[in-house]
């Protein structure tokens, strides 16, 4: 039986992470990976355009995208500006109504408002029209984002770590990183207090996880300083959020399975506005009528999930090489999500298509690893009305008859890809490690917390248990889709438990095996007492 920390080595070398240096960094706590915001093309120009328009008074907003890392965005951005002006505004658009990103009609409402200066975050690196619109109606535009650019940058100032050129040494900031670089060079340029920094971290920690880039380089940076501030509890519309569903402790995953849907909630079932006016309220009524709001939207979030998982899983045939479906009826605010999850099920490439009653259909795709959705579909660019999003996930407008061209093209370009790179398929689901189940431990489970935070770019290690012995099956909930089961080798037993696709795999785990088991540990803190378990993603009958 090798020591706990012994086993968190050979995973890290397994990694790649062998340089002392490089290792030191990965496991400190208080990681020095960050940048100079200077470095960013556009940074300069874009801070001198903010500042000169907050000096003469002029009306500024602050114009962002309907999901966590949008919302993020518009406090860590609106919080800093709020120091150099008090005519300030900021815009979210209807996911229903307008859709992602800038359009006309916002653009002109605004400039009716008085606006002088529109500052977008996480979107506009593609809206050329709109921004060409704003100009013609006399704004200033200053176009920030992480998303990846087309052919044309928009004609005015811009800041975005993949423009062509960028000489920024990190270039998967989340839009919220973006925001929070260029709150970094408002500091220094402005001589503002410094705390201003760290009272941000909390936010941008959240959105980057929220936003799933890769946790590597300074987004690692960002999100453990970003979980220590989360964890101070300074913030009070986060800390009556986490109280309301029931987090003791925030981690990557307790953000990413219990925050974040919270904030996206509100943009898909509501309004995304009353997400930033639960995270920039102080006055604890109102704190506690936007946390009420948030729980409400995420139940309704819920149901409708379930909902059209199971309209889209009665489509399947089986044996796609991506899933492109027309589904009617279901609730446009949670297709990304049900993409996700059927992403997550069939190990394809998802991408479902919502008609919006006006002869267009709303799209949004969720990828596998070693898939670039995007440049999947960038081919068929000419058929959309608007697109975009990045290597994993993906959005766009099209009008009905588009529907087939798209579907086809995109069908044939996904088998020509797994013809000549087949190995896609199974990309990221072996294990890094075999391990006996003696070896299953709250001492591992406490060694591999070194390695978080967890997400894109940096899982919780996938670790085997190989040939072992299956006892103890206790099948839970109302369809008995989940089992909680000992794994017995050597005279040792690791506690397991797999959710949702128990039933699939009822008669092995009946039978006691022997199985093959890949999955995670994970320690849990109970009564006071911390206990390990293996969670299971895969559970085969063993080889021989």
Same mark, same amino acid.
């Given at each position: 039986m090798r020591p706990a920390q012994t086993i968190v080595e050979q995973i890290l070398s397994g990694r790649g992470l062998d340089d002392p240096a490089v290792r030191e960094e990965y496991l400190s706590p208080h990681p020095k990976a960050t940048y100079d915001p200077f470095l960013m093309l556009g940074m300069e120009e874009g801070v001198d355009l903010i500042r000169s328009h907050a000096e003469k008074g002029n009306r500024i907003c602050v114009y962002g995208?309907?999901?966590?890392?949008?919302?993020?965005?518009?406090? /860590?951005?609106?919080?800093?500006?709020?120091?150099?002006?008090?005519?300030?505004?900021?815009?979210?658009?209807?996911?229903? *109504?307008?859709?992602?990103?800038?359009?006309?009609?916002?653009?002109?409402?605004?400039?009716?408002?008085? *606006?002088?200066?529109?500052i977008t975050v996480d979107c506009g690196i593609t809206s050329l029209k709109e921004v060409e619109r704003a100009r013609q109606?006399?704004?200033?535009?200053?176009? *920030?984002?992480?998303?990846?650019?087309?052919?044309?940058?928009?004609?005015?100032?811009? /800041?975005?770590?993949?423009?062509?050129?960028? *000489?920024?040494?990190?270039?998967?900031?989340?839009?919220?990183?973006?925001?929070?670089k260029i709150l970094q060079a408002l500091q220094r340029k402005c001589g503002l207090p410094r705390d201003v920094i760290s009272q941000a971290l909390d936010l941008v920690g959240a959105g980057t996880v929220g936003d799933i880039v890769p946790l590597v380089d300074e987004n690692r940076t960002i999100v453990k300083y970003g979980l220590e501030k989360l964890n101070q509890g300074n913030r009070a519309s986060v800390r009556a959020l986490a109280e309301a569903i029931s987090l003791e402790k925030i981690t990557s995953d307790s953000i990413a399975f219990g925050i974040v849907p919270h904030i996206n909630a509100a943009g898909r079932m509501g309004s995304a506005g009353d997400a930033v006016n639960l995270l920039m309220a102080d006055e604890e009524e109102e704190i506690r009528r936007q946390v009420d709001r948030l729980v409400q939207y995420n139940r309704e979030r819920k149901k409708a999930q379930e909902e059209a998982v199971d309209r889209c899983e009665a489509m399947v045939r089986g044996g796609e090489d991506i899933l492109f479906l027309r589904v009617d009826g279901i609730h446009e605010g949670i297709a990304g999500i049900a993409a996700g999850k059927l992403k997550e099920e069939i190990r394809r490439p998802v991408i479902l298509a919502t008609p919006s009653g006006d002869g267009l259909l709303k799209g949004t795709g969720r990828s596998i690893p070693g898939v670039d959705i995007r440049a999947l579909l960038d081919v068929s660019r000419e058929h959309f009305l608007k697109f975009g999003g990045h290597a994993g996930a993906c959005g766009f407008t099209m009008r009905e008859e588009e529907f087939e061209p798209v579907k086809t093209a995109a069908e044939a370009d996904m088998a020509r890809l797994l013809t000549e790179h087949p190995e896609i398929i199974e990309a990221g689901s072996e294990a890094e490690i075999t391990l006996e189940p003696a070896e299953i431990t709250v001492d591992l489970a406490q060694a591999l917390c070194a390695m978080e935070p967890f997400g894109e770019g940096n899982p919780a290690p996938r670790i085997a248990l190989k040939n072992v012995q299956i006892a103890q099956v206790r099948f839970m909930g109302a369809q008995q889709t989940h089992v909680r089961f000992m794994a017995v080798r050597g005279g040792a037993a690791a506690p397991c438990v797999f959710f949702r696709r128990a039933q699939d795999y009822a008669d092995l785990l009946n039978s006691g095996g022997p199985a093959d088991l890949v999955g995670t540990v994970s320690g849990q803190v109970w009564n006071g007492r911390t206990r390990v378990q293996f969670m299971v993603e895969d559970i085969q009958r063993a080889s021989k």
């Amino acid at each position: 039986m090798r020591p706990a920390q012994t086993i968190v080595e050979q995973i890290l070398s397994g990694r790649g992470l062998d340089d002392p240096a490089v290792r030191e960094e990965y496991l400190s706590p208080h990681p020095k990976a960050t940048y100079d915001p200077f470095l960013m093309l556009g940074m300069e120009e874009g801070v001198d355009l903010i500042r000169s328009h907050a000096e003469k008074g002029n009306r500024i907003c602050v114009y962002g995208d309907y999901d966590a890392d949008g919302v993020t965005s518009i406090c /860590i951005l609106y919080s800093v500006l709020s120091l150099l002006t008090d005519n300030l505004d900021w815009y979210i658009p209807s996911r229903f *109504t307008e859709g992602y990103g800038l359009n006309e009609g916002a653009v002109e409402a605004l400039k009716e408002k008085g *606006t002088d200066l529109l500052i977008t975050v996480d979107c506009g690196i593609t809206s050329l029209k709109e921004v060409e619109r704003a100009r013609q109606l006399g704004m200033d535009v200053l176009v *920030t984002d992480h998303h990846q650019p087309g052919p044309e940058l928009p004609d005015c100032v811009v /800041i975005d770590p993949k423009q062509e050129g960028e *000489t920024y040494p990190f270039p998967h900031l989340a839009g919220c990183g973006v925001a929070f670089k260029i709150l970094q060079a408002l500091q220094r340029k402005c001589g503002l207090p410094r705390d201003v920094i760290s009272q941000a971290l909390d936010l941008v920690g959240a959105g980057t996880v929220g936003d799933i880039v890769p946790l590597v380089d300074e987004n690692r940076t960002i999100v453990k300083y970003g979980l220590e501030k989360l964890n101070q509890g300074n913030r009070a519309s986060v800390r009556a959020l986490a109280e309301a569903i029931s987090l003791e402790k925030i981690t990557s995953d307790s953000i990413a399975f219990g925050i974040v849907p919270h904030i996206n909630a509100a943009g898909r079932m509501g309004s995304a506005g009353d997400a930033v006016n639960l995270l920039m309220a102080d006055e604890e009524e109102e704190i506690r009528r936007q946390v009420d709001r948030l729980v409400q939207y995420n139940r309704e979030r819920k149901k409708a999930q379930e909902e059209a998982v199971d309209r889209c899983e009665a489509m399947v045939r089986g044996g796609e090489d991506i899933l492109f479906l027309r589904v009617d009826g279901i609730h446009e605010g949670i297709a990304g999500i049900a993409a996700g999850k059927l992403k997550e099920e069939i190990r394809r490439p998802v991408i479902l298509a919502t008609p919006s009653g006006d002869g267009l259909l709303k799209g949004t795709g969720r990828s596998i690893p070693g898939v670039d959705i995007r440049a999947l579909l960038d081919v068929s660019r000419e058929h959309f009305l608007k697109f975009g999003g990045h290597a994993g996930a993906c959005g766009f407008t099209m009008r009905e008859e588009e529907f087939e061209p798209v579907k086809t093209a995109a069908e044939a370009d996904m088998a020509r890809l797994l013809t000549e790179h087949p190995e896609i398929i199974e990309a990221g689901s072996e294990a890094e490690i075999t391990l006996e189940p003696a070896e299953i431990t709250v001492d591992l489970a406490q060694a591999l917390c070194a390695m978080e935070p967890f997400g894109e770019g940096n899982p919780a290690p996938r670790i085997a248990l190989k040939n072992v012995q299956i006892a103890q099956v206790r099948f839970m909930g109302a369809q008995q889709t989940h089992v909680r089961f000992m794994a017995v080798r050597g005279g040792a037993a690791a506690p397991c438990v797999f959710f949702r696709r128990a039933q699939d795999y009822a008669d092995l785990l009946n039978s006691g095996g022997p199985a093959d088991l890949v999955g995670t540990v994970s320690g849990q803190v109970w009564n006071g007492r911390t206990r390990v378990q293996f969670m299971v993603e895969d559970i085969q009958r063993a080889s021989k």
